[in-house]
Nanobody, 114 residues
Framework: QVQLVESGGGLVQPGGSLRLSCVAS????????MGWYRQAPGKERDLVAR????????NYADSVKGRFTISRDNAKNTVYLQMNSLKPEDTAVYYC???????WGQGIQVTVSS
């Protein structure tokens, strides 16, 4: 059974930081590109960042470049999203995913507010 379980979300003030984690199981994690997506209220789900299977290739949405960093630990079947200099417009539900297989986590709320 495929599972993607996100953690690390919550409420943070503007300018603060959070680190999201996603633990995967039920499939060969190290073989797949992984992605983080987000969906704000009333908006479509958009790509935030993705990372190649080996971790050497990454790309980011323009809105988060220089502030967010995606990484992975294949020994732990875990992908991370380090989010710095958070802005109110980063508020959304964040999802971990395997885009090529259509696997999605349940999502985790990130709220940036003073």
């Amino acid at each position: 059974q495929v599972q993607l379980v996100e953690s690390g979300g919550g409420l943070v003030q503007p300018g603060g930081s959070l680190r999201l984690s996603c633990v995967a199981s039920g499939f060969p994690f190290s073989l797949y590109l992984m992605g983080w997506y987000r969906q704000a209220p009333g908006k479509e789900r958009d790509l935030v960042a993705r990372i190649s299977s080996g971790g050497t290739g990454t790309n980011y949405a323009d809105s988060v470049k220089g502030r967010f960093t995606i990484s992975r630990d294949n020994a732990k079947n875990t992908v991370y999203l380090q989010m710095n200099s958070l802005k109110p417009e980063d508020t959304a539900v964040y999802y971990c995913a395997v885009p090529s297989r259509g696997y999605w986590g349940q999502g985790i709320q990130v709220t940036v507010s003073s």
